[in-house]
């Protein structure tokens, strides 16, 4: 069976976006978490799908302009990972949804289909986000690792990863690493 490896980057008090719905203290939307070598698709929710879709076309399209969310030229390992997900098969969790403008996209209605995916041949699944999305297939038992890049930074206000899980969860460390400026890199087994 295929993993379902979710990864996320939170401030230090676990909030995934501040005030402004933006966690203005990443710098890079790179892989950090060190998956392109261990995941062949990735999993995001409906809410998060969007803005996805715009930012890594605009990475892949115009390599060399400001991205719309950081004002800033997207890094070298920015433009590898958008050569990455150029190639890798993309699933959207949404009961809405029936369309999508990203290439070799496809449509996940549920947990059970999530489950369904997980049985298929394959590498192990990034789940991309959102918070919500990520939090919630934790809670419902479907996600097999936690990977965090963990901030030095209090956001305040904000969204809380975990502020909608329903039930407690215990986690088995795996990895823990300190990264330039501050940052920890955490891998959690979950289960």
Do not use: N
Not at 23 to 48: I, K, N, P, Q, R
Not at 127 to 146: H, K, W
């Amino acid at each position: 069976m295929r993993k379902l490896i979710a990864g996320m980057k939170v401030s230090l008090d676990g909030k995934y976006e501040g005030p402004e719905s933006v966690a203005d203290w990443v710098e890079a939307w790179s892989d950090d978490y060190g998956l392109m070598a261990e995941v062949d698709a990735c999993v995001l929710g409906a809410g998060m799908y969007g803005g996805y879709e715009r930012y890594w076309t605009s990475v892949q399209t115009a390599p060399d302009t400001p991205a719309w969310i950081s004002g800033a030229p997207p890094t070298p390992a920015e433009r590898q990972w958008a050569d990455f997900i150029r190639r890798t098969p993309h699933y959207v969790l949404s009961a809405t949804l029936d369309h999508a403008d990203w290439p070799d996209t496809a449509f996940i209605r549920g947990v059970a289909d999530l489950a369904a995916l997980k049985q298929q041949a394959g590498k192990s699944i990034y789940l991309v986000g959102g918070g919500r999305t990520t939090a919630g297939l934790i809670d419902a038992g479907v996600v097999d690792e936690l990977r965090l890049i963990v901030y030095p930074v209090i956001a305040g206000d904000g969204k809380a990863l975990f502020a909608t899980g329903g039930r407690r969860q215990g986690l088995d460390l795996r990895r823990a690493e300190p990264l330039g400026d501050g940052r920890v890199r955490l891998a959690y087994g979950i289960g």
